[in-house]
Each structure stands twice: as structure tokens, then as C-alpha cells.
């Protein structure tokens, strides 16, 4: 199973919105409707930020949304807050209780 | 409140084992499978098995099958995972995570603190 494939970076300013993109496979992402998102922040455990493409868990800003066309998901950040600063994950299922995590993707507030 | 708390760091030599804990406490600890994911040093995060706290159904990463034992003990809500013949690229920040398998849900809502494992000679 390869990982997805996420942009290595992505930035905006404090106000502004960013987009990371996490392209998988029929097999995962397009397969099925389980993509989650995970925030780290450094030297932090992952936190679940969006789960089943576009669902928010209690207690994630509204601000954090998620979406999914074909093989391709993407995360929003919007009204960018310098605590967004941190690595994003996504992961997807792919069938048989297995899972992928994505490449990561650095996201800084400029 | 939800809480998965690891064992603490380890340094092992080429092919030895080790094995880290995760003792869940705030929810019915067989009600929910427990994952484990790995993340090397400045790498991203690296899925390698899952097992059902219920009845102990575990299914492993392929690139880890053969290497990896994942169990649990129920009378302590305590999940395990076990990683034979190390080598350095087995070394990691190895976490647990609460996997809501059991209700339809196909993600990992709480962590572990997470584990450093250092494989050197």
C-alpha cells in the first residue's frame, strides 16, 4: 500500500484560507467515504481533525473542513490562526481494516 | 475523559525485540479496536496493524507481518504491540490510537503520547 500523496508545504497569511490536496487511490480514497484528517504539532501525538471526508469531531473549529472528488481529498483551513501552524495528515481506509496515512504536509502561518 | 497512556522510551540493539504498552482508561476498553502507527525521525506516519479489543482479531500491516504480535489484556484495558528482529529504520515514535471500528467508524479519534524506540548498536 502506497501512501497518499500529499504537497509538502503549504502557507497563508493569518486571515487567510489554504488548501492542501491528499490524492490516493480507487483502492482508498475513492473507494470509500472514511478520509481523515490529523493536526501534530511538533513533538505532539496527531489529533483528529476531520473524519468520513467532512465531518468536524466536537470541539474543532468550524474554520477545518473537508472534501472529497474521485481519488482526490482536500482539507480547508480557513480564517488562518497562527496556531494552525502544524503538519497535516490525512488517511484513508482501504478496505480489509486497513489504512494509509498520507505524506504530510507542513502548513506555516506567514 | 479518554485517555491512552504509553510506557516509556526504549533503546534496543539490532535484532532484539521490544514490546510497548497502552493502558486505556474513560471508555469501555472492548468496545473499541486500538491501531498502532509508527513515525520515523522527521518522516510522516506509518499505519502497522490494528486489533479488536473485543476478541482479539488483529490484521497487520503487510510490510510488518511476520515481525509484529499486537495483543490485549482486558482485565487491565491494556493493548500491546511487539516488534521482533529491529532494525535501525525501526526506529520510531511508536503511538496507539482509539479505533471506533465497532461503530462504523473507519478512523483514529484518541492517541497515545506515543513511545520513542531507539534501535542502535
Known amino acids: 500500500q502506497s501512501a497518499l500523496t500529499q504537497p509538502p508545504s503549504a502557507s497563508g497569511s493569518p486571515g487567510q484560507s489554504v488548501t492542501i490536496s491528499c490524492t490516493g487511490t480507487?483502492?482508498?480514497?475513492?473507494?470509500?467515504?472514511?478520509v481523515s484528517w490529523y493536526q501534530q504539532h511538533p513533538g505532539k501525538a496527531p489529533k483528529l481533525m476531520i473524519y468520513e471526508v467532512s465531518k468536524r469531531p466536537s470541539g474543532v473549529p468550524d474554520r477545518f473542513s473537508g472534501s472529497k472528488s474521485g481519488n482526490t481529498a482536500s482539507l480547508t483551513v480557513s480564517g488562518l490562526q497562527a496556531e494552525d501552524e502544524a503538519d497535516y495528515y490525512c488517511?484513508?481506509?482501504?478496505?480489509?481494516?486497513?489504512?494509509?496515512f498520507g505524506t504530510g504536509t507542513k502548513v506555516t502561518v506567514l | 475523559q479518554v485517555q491512552l497512556v504509553q510506557s516509556g522510551a526504549e533503546v534496543k540493539k539490532p535484532g532484539a525485540s521490544v514490546k510497548v504498552s497502552c493502558k486505556a482508561s474513560?471508555?469501555?476498553?472492548?468496545?473499541?479496536?486500538i491501531s498502532w502507527v509508527r513515525q520515523a525521525p522527521g518522516q510522516g506516519l506509518e499505519w502497522m496493524g490494528w486489533i479488536s479489543a473485543y476478541n482479539g482479531d488483529t490484521n497487520y500491516a503487510q510490510k510488518l507481518q511476520g515481525r509484529v504480535t499486537m495483543t490485549t489484556d482486558t482485565s487491565t484495558s491494556t493493548a500491546y504491540m511487539e516488534l521482533r528482529s529491529l532494525r535501525s529504520d525501526d526506529t520510531a515514535v511508536y503511538y496507539c490510537a482509539r479505533y471506533p471500528r465497532d461503530y462504523g467508524d473507519y478512523h483514529f479519534d484518541y492517541w497515545g503520547q506515543g513511545t520513542l524506540v531507539t534501535v542502535s548498536s
Open positions: 488517511s484513508s481506509y482501504a478496505g480489509s481494516n486497513n489504512f494509509v
Open positions: 474513560g471508555y469501555t476498553f472492548t468496545s473499541y479496536g
Open positions: 480507487s483502492s482508498d480514497v475513492g473507494g470509500y467515504n472514511y
